[in-house]
């Protein structure tokens, strides 16, 4: 069996409907979305499976449901998950993983989220930010471009997907500039994403200092297996490390690429993404070449992915 990594979406992968076919069919699951309701203070499954789009898309609600349809997977999953070697999420997605490895009770993933949720939120409301995605635009080009940009105001460099494909972030003034003239510093496309605000900039300090007093206040302990970070790009397994990074990554350009790249060197052959849609799985297809790719989106998915361990 091929050395598996488990990787998890983080915003811009939500649909309304997500995790509705496993609350159906498990009891288990449904348990998790009550808890995870009492916690958040709301009803998690209506927004989750009823939305509307707009209200799913808020970053207070897109975050924890994304997260409990990732976590309903893994309850149902068990200990059948196959040569797992790493874990790693995309953004918010890092809290699944870190939930996945064991460095984190499912519960207090889901308070820690309701806390970045709710802090990057009102840091949404603070101040107008946006993001973007550029196709074909790196190194040189695109430095002189966010320099060109910044002229209208805060914008960085937010994640780096995949070969040729960067997200930036910041004042919606700045991102829009990059946009409108990105065509001039080679890039193909310039597309805006559907988030609620410039997440993984300055934009987001007011959350980080906030947030950070509620990640040191929740236990961490050493994992079953290593944590592919967004802030480094590499394995970890320290729960102190962890904390630290977990804190950093609120402002910090998440090293997608660089995390895949790191996988694949550690002997990683099989990429299965675990949770809503299949963002990741492009992302993999895009970066690395000879590796397998599945998605765990729904109980269909789930089954056919577990007749393959089981085999």
């Not at 009823?50 to 924890?64: F, I, R």
């Not at 996988?263 to 895009?286: A, D």
Request: proline share 4%.
């Amino acid at each position: 069996m091929s050395k598996t990594a488990f990787l998890f979406p983080g915003q811009a992968s939500q649909y309304v409907g997500m995790g509705k076919d496993f609350f159906e069919n498990s009891e288990r699951v449904r348990e998790l979305y009550n808890k995870a309701s009492d916690i958040l203070g709301y009803d998690l499954m209506d927004v989750s499976f009823n939305g509307p789009l707009e209200k799913l898309t808020e970053t207070q609600y897109t975050q924890p449901a994304i997260l409990v349809h990732s976590l309903a997977i893994l309850l149902e999953m068990g200990e059948q998950v196959g040569d797992l070697a790493s874990v790693a999420g995309h953004s918010l997605g890092e809290y699944s993983a870190l939930a996945c490895a064991g460095v984190l009770k499912f519960e207090d993933a889901i308070l820690a989220v309701r806390e970045r949720s709710r802090l990057m939120q009102s840091a949404c409301d603070a101040a107008e930010g946006t993001m973007a995605a550029l196709i074909g635009c790196e190194g040189d080009n695109l430095k002189a471009l966010l320099a060109e940009a910044s002229k209208a105001g805060i914008i960085q460099p937010a994640n780096y997907n995949s070969s040729g494909q960067v997200a930036i972030s910041g004042d919606r003034k700045a991102v829009e500039k990059a946009i409108s003239i990105a065509r001039e510093f080679g890039a193909r496309k310039a597309i805006p994403l559907q988030v609620g605000g410039a997440f993984h900039s300055p934009l987001m300090l007011p959350a980080q200092s906030e947030l950070e007093k509620t990640i040191m206040n929740i236990t961490f302990v050493p994992g079953r297996l290593e944590v592919v970070t967004n802030v480094e790009g590499r394995g970890e397994k320290s729960p102190d490390i962890l904390k630290r990074l977990l804190v950093r990554q609120l402002t910090s350009p998440v090293l997608w690429m660089q995390s895949l790249e790191y996988m694949q060197s550690m002997g990683v052959e099989r990429f299965v993404e675990i949770g809503p849609g299949k963002v990741l799985s492009g992302l993999v297809k895009r970066t690395l070449k000879d590796v397998q790719i599945e998605n765990i989106d729904t109980v269909t998915d789930l089954k056919n992915y577990m007749e393959v361990i089981e085999a």
